[in-house]
């Protein structure tokens, strides 16, 4: 059983930043590409950043140059940092495997970029 535990969301201010943790147990990360998704009240969620298996890193237009997606296969965690925050990036944060099918998804974390 695949479990996903995320963490480091909060309230920030415009232009702030936060470092999203997604702790995964009952695979190995170096076999899987994962992914950071997010859902803002009312919209679909949308992929924000995925790695894959190999390591190779994307991000969503909408995030390019702020966010970056890591990975450590010795903690088996998944990270997000997020730079330069607008409002437009507030949402829950979930991670999960990039793909169209998923592991059950855990809680998110919440981010909130407000002033």
């Known amino acids: 059983q695949v479990h996903l535990v995320e963490s480091g969301g909060g309230l920030v201010q415009p232009g702030g930043s936060l470092r999203l943790s997604c702790a995964v147990s009952g695979i190995m990360l170096r076999f899987w590409a994962m992914a950071w998704y997010r859902q803002a009240p009312g919209k679909q969620r949308e992929l924000v950043a995925m790695i894959t298996s190999g390591g190779t890193t994307n991000s969503a237009d909408s995030v390019k140059g702020r966010f970056t997606i890591s990975r450590d296969i010795v903690k088996n965690t998944v990270y997000l940092q997020m730079n330069s925050l607008e409002p437009e990036d507030t949402a829950v944060y979930c991670c999960?495997?990039?793909?169209?099918?998923?592991?059950?998804w855990g809680q998110g974390t919440q981010v909130t970029v407000s002033s």
């Open positions: 999960n495997r990039g793909g169209t099918t998923f592991f059950p």
